[in-house]
């Protein structure tokens, strides 16, 4: 019998490759962090269900048990934070730190370059505006990771024959065309006649079909099918002279447990699980527009100074996290993004926690972050209380740059769950880090305790930080216009540019 002899490093290669292979669920991948984390039991997330025996509250009486949140200008060892050289040298360093290591995961140090290209491009019409509209394609390839291979895609939109640069808005969104230029008549006649000769020479019993019906076609002036609705809120950027990036986030990173294993997280791991101080779904979000920023800083026709990032929901707690830990990013807009975004982690309001320590949503953050949810095991029973940090700090980050905090209300849509109450009053918390540095908060102290949330369509825009909920649902579209008026301001754009 011949035998072999494999090196250890060899051998982890193939164990890790063999690993990789093998289908792996979110529920697997979220057993084996609780394992690691020695997490025997975690707590349920908060239910929409009234009649539930862990149903979510939505009693203002009940919403604050920890009434007392973490100091935002105080350093962990106790000395105020007094100057803004102090908060940008020791205490801003710190809250990226602590944030990086509790809540949404460390991005690792040696990820692969990204490796940008046009793919497609297309001239296209909104609001009456020429506009250009590139597919780019991010290409991601580790020689040592070979089976994954991640392609970030990205459509980027910018005025026709602008006089100046101009300020643009990354959005996370599907990249797609948003408005495709359609066939014309003596297009869709060429196209039309080439579908019916092919499918004559595969099938010539559709000539006498054809013939039955000579008015049938194929492909009529427009298009074979209606063009997506154009995006109101793309209409109105580019109207007013900006210029838009839809940032895909799912060719970045799945939005699951499982694919953890893939896209970006799983090409630097090589397949294998995480560690529990990697980076979650919304860090690798963020990182990706930051490889997008890249790119963009590098095109004449953008104003790199004024690139901003917006997402909603899902994609505001990316939005918000983009621009915490990457300067870059001069603008953010925060949409509707409840807990793990801008709603307080100490609040008993809506979305807790646990729903991001379950196995639906955990991916989304560090696995360290499941510790907050834990019932019983090897660190004992810990809640929202013992995170170091929350929401007020995590805006606090953007500081002094230019922040809009974007949400609807309930009754639209935008559902209690996402605590417009208690963003508000992050917000106000967060406020400080503005007047420390120089800048502007919203105007209404730093009280947030006693903080009551204004009537909708209040403006609050006349500082760098901007608070504004709208009347409609789960969006920011209603709050474009306002946002427009506000960053145009702020950065002295003028729409005729």
Do not use: C
Request: proline letters at 7%; aromatic letters at 8%.
């Amino acid at each position: 019998m011949r035998t072999w002899k494999i090196g250890g490093t060899a051998l982890a290669v193939l164990l890790l490759s063999a690993a990789a292979a093998q289908p792996w669920s979110a529920e697997q991948d979220h057993r084996d962090m609780m394992r690691q984390l020695g997490i025997e039991q975690l707590r349920p997330g908060a239910n929409g269900d009234p009649a539930a025996s862990n149903a979510a509250n939505y009693d203002p009486a009940k919403a604050n048990p920890y009434p007392v949140w973490p100091e935002l200008l105080k350093m962990a060892d106790g000395r105020a934070v007094t100057d803004a050289e102090m908060w940008r040298r020791e205490r801003r360093p710190e809250l990226l730190a602590l944030f990086e290591r509790e809540v949404y995961g460390r991005v690792p140090d040696k990820v692969p370059p990204v490796t940008w290209r046009v793919d497609t491009a297309d001239r296209e019409f909104f609001a009456g505006r020429p506009v250009i509209a590139q597919q780019l394609v991010g290409h991601i390839q580790d020689s040592n990771a070979p089976a994954t291979v991640v392609d970030i895609r990205a459509t980027l939109v910018l005025p026709a024959g602008a006089r100046r640069q101009v300020p643009l808005l990354i959005m996370f969104a599907p990249a797609r065309y948003p408005s495709p230029s359609q066939p014309n008549a003596v297009e869709a006649g060429r196209l039309d006649q080439a579908m019916k000769a092919m499918l004559i020479a595969q099938d010539p019993s559709f000539k006498a079909v054809f013939a039955k019906h000579p008015g049938f076609e194929f492909v009529k002036p427009g298009g074979f099918v209606t063009p997506p609705p154009e995006d109101d809120r793309i209409t109105k950027l580019v109207a007013d002279g900006w210029g838009v990036a839809l940032l895909d986030t799912s060719t970045i990173q799945a939005d699951d447990g499982a694919g953890l294993r893939d896209g970006i997280i799983g090409l630097v791991n090589k397949g294998a699980p995480r560690t529990p101080e990697q980076w979650g779904a919304l860090r690798a979000w963020g990182w990706g527009a930051s490889r997008l920023l890249d790119y963009l800083s590098t095109r004449p026709e953008i104003d790199a100074a004024h690139v901003g990032v917006e997402g909603v929901s899902r994609w505001g707690k990316a939005a918000l996290v983009a621009a915490a830990f990457d300067e870059r990013f001069a603008i953010v807009v925060i949409g509707s993004s409840g807990e793990g975004g801008v709603k307080p982690h100490r609040r008993n309001f809506g979305e807790q926690v646990e729903n991001l320590t379950s196995a639906g949503e955990y991916h989304w953050m560090a696995g360290n972050f499941l510790k907050y949810g834990t019932e019983k095991g090897r660190l004992g029973r810990r809640t929202a209380a013992d995170l170091p940090v929350d929401a007020h700090q995590l805006l606090a980050l953007v500081a002094p740059r230019l922040a809009f905090v974007s949400y609807g209300v309930p009754e639209a849509g935008d559902a209690s769950w996402l605590d417009q109450q208690g963003s508000y009053m992050a917000a106000i918390a967060a406020g400080p880090a503005w007047t420390l540095l120089g800048a502007h908060d919203l105007g209404r102290g730093s009280d947030y305790r006693h903080a009551i949330l204004p009537a909708p369509e209040t403006d609050l825009l006349e500082g760098e930080l901007a608070w504004r909920q709208h009347r409609g649902g789960h969006t920011d579209a209603p709050n474009i216009s306002a946002f427009l008026r506000w960053a145009d301001l702020k950065i002295g754009h003028h729409s005729s540019n």
